[in-house]
Every structure is written in C-alpha cells, then in structure tokens.
T-cell receptor, first 112, second 111 residues
Framework: DAGVTQSPTHLIKTRGQQVTLRCSPKSGHDTVSWYQQALGQGPQFIFQYYEEEERQRGNFPDRFSGHQFPNYSSELNVNALLLGDSALYLC???????????FGPGTRLTVL | QKEVEQDPGPLSVPEGAIVSLNCTYSNSAFQYFMWYRQYSRKGPELLMYTYSSGNKEDGRFTAQVDKSSKYISLFIRDSQPSDSATYLCAMTYSSASKIIFGSGTRLSIRP
C-alpha cells in the first residue's frame, strides 16, 4: 500500500516566480491537507481539501492556492514567490472520520 | 502566546537512558494528541496517537495526556542512537481538522 507521495522532491525558484507542488494521498484517503515547515520550526497549516473544495484555511495569504482532483490528488500553487516562502512543504492525507493524518516526505522549495 | 509550547532542546542523553519529552497547550478544545518523529530533511512520521486523557504504550514508547493540566508527555525507554531525531508534539480538535504542532525538540542519543 503506497503512502502519501509528493513531487518534486526539491526545486529552486527565484523571487516573483510561481510554483506548483503535487500530492497523491494514501490509498483510500479522501482529504488532503498542506503544511509549510520553515527550518527549525513545526509545520504550519496552509489549507485542507475535501470533495474538491477548500474546507479549512490557515493564516496564509491568497498567493497560496490549491486544488483537489476527482481522484483525491492535490496541487499547491504559490504565486509571486518571496524569499520567506523557502521551506519544506508537506502534504498529509486522511479520511473524514475517526482517523488521523499521514504525511508525505515533503517538497523542499528554495527561493533565491 | 503560542497554542502549543515545546522546548526546542537540543536534548542529549546516553544510550539506554529514559527520555522524557513534554508539551503544554492553551486550548482546552483539543481532543486528539499526537507525537511525530522527524528525521533530517524528511516528513514527520506518526509515533503515537491518543484521544482525550490517559496513557498509551507502544513498545518502548509511552504517551501521556493530562487534559486538566494541559500537558502531554512522551517517554522513550531504552533509548537507541536510531531514536536521534526531532520529536514534534501535535494536537487537533477532531481527527480531520488542522493539526497544531509544537516547534519540535531535537533529541540526540549518544552511543
């Protein structure tokens, strides 16, 4: 049973560019959440998708947007990149029920 | 004040020692409490998952939740060098809600 997968593993962008990160949830999971983890910090919740809709959102600007597809996979888009967006971006999947969230390996984004 | 407070460490102990990791929190609405282990440049790995108050044991790991004190702990017995990692406490209101993390404690087990 494949766990949560994310792509790419690592990417480097420059300020002002746009980036798209991808996540495939654990088999059978229908909910995807995205987190940002800065170096030396715990993950911070960005938003959660269920039934192709954003259900919850953390304290992140509108430059951060997402999408969920009918197969439950998800994308995170970040526009107008800032140096401070450099972080490990984590995807977690779960069920809408008595379960917990399982994390993928993350995508490390470096903004120069 | 942060919702979840965790001592960042680093904490260094000799192999075989008992390790105690702790977090405090401010929101009494939290119902689910987790501990994650994160190796360098990897995603968090769920170690322990507890609903409400009480103790839970899994092998060398024991998680304790005291909701009256808003305090959670993770104990590691017979610590091994492979336990060296960052340990993140986390909590949430419901099983599918956003997770609120502590900042993590860096643990090093000396051979």
């Amino acid at each position: 049973d494949a766990g949560v997968t994310q792509s790419p593993t690592h990417l480097i962008k420059t300020r002002g560019q746009q980036v798209t990160l991808r996540c495939s949830p654990k088999s059978g999971h229908d909910t995807v959440s995205w987190y940002q983890q800065a170096l030396g910090q715990g993950p911070q919740f960005i938003f959660q998708y269920y039934e192709e809709e954003e259900r919850q959102r953390g304290n992140f600007p509108d430059r951060f947007s997402g999408h969920q597809f009918p197969n439950y996979s998800s994308e995170l888009n970040v526009n107008a990149l800032l140096l401070g967006d450099s972080a490990l971006y984590l995807c977690a999947s779960s069920l809408q029920g008595p379960d917990t969230q399982y994390f993928g390996p993350g995508t490390r984004l470096t903004v120069l | 004040q942060k919702e979840v407070e965790q001592d960042p460490g680093p904490l260094s102990v000799p192999e075989g020692a008992i390790v105690s990791l702790n977090c405090t929190y401010s929101n009494s609405a939290f119902q689910y409490f987790m501990w994650y282990r994160q190796y360098s440049r990897k995603g968090p790995e769920l170690l322990m998952y507890t609903y409400s108050s009480g103790n839970k044991e899994d092998g060398r790991f024991t998680a304790q939740v005291d909701k009256s004190s808003k305090y959670i702990s993770l104990f590691i017995r017979d610590s091994q060098p492979s336990d060296s990692a960052t340990y993140l406490c986390a909590m949430t209101y419901s099983s599918a809600s956003k997770i609120i993390f502590g900042s993590g404690t860096r643990l090093s087990i000396r051979p």
